[in-house]
């Protein structure tokens, strides 16, 4: 079975109500086994319209990363990201 990948390029401008996000949504991270392999760092953009901040979590399955990104606990993380930034998401099936 192809692993999932939950992909989001996100333009944080509150950082302290952003880390209250961040916090909330390790629970619906950890419930789902999500595994990031990048989690913002250095980036440069080469081309077109990409933001700085990166990020990409594994999961088991593509259907598990849909699970976590449709999460009851994951929507309560997302209600503490208003007003702190932008979030572009996606989920995807990887090969």
């Known amino acids: ?3 999932g ?3 989001v390029r996100a333009e944080v401008t509150n950082p302290d109500k952003w880390a ?6 390790k629970v619906a991270l950890d419930k789902f086994a999500g595994k990031p ?3 913002g760092g250095q980036a ?3 081309e077109g319209d ?3 901040r990166n ?3 594994e999961f088991d399955s593509y259907d598990t990363a849909l699970a976590y990104a449709s999460s009851p606990e994951y929507a309560e993380a997302r209600k503490l990201r208003e007003g702190a930034g932008t979030l572009h998401m996606v989920v995807v099936e990887g090969v």
Do not use: D, Q
């Open 5 to 7: 990948y939950v992909i």
């Open 20 to 25: 209250e996000y961040v916090a909330k949504s």
């Open 1 to 3: 079975m192809a692993k």
């Open 55 to 57: 990020v990409v979590i």
């Open 37 to 39: 392999v990048v989690r």
């Open 50 to 52: 990409g933001l700085a």
């Open 44 to 46: 440069k953009i080469i």
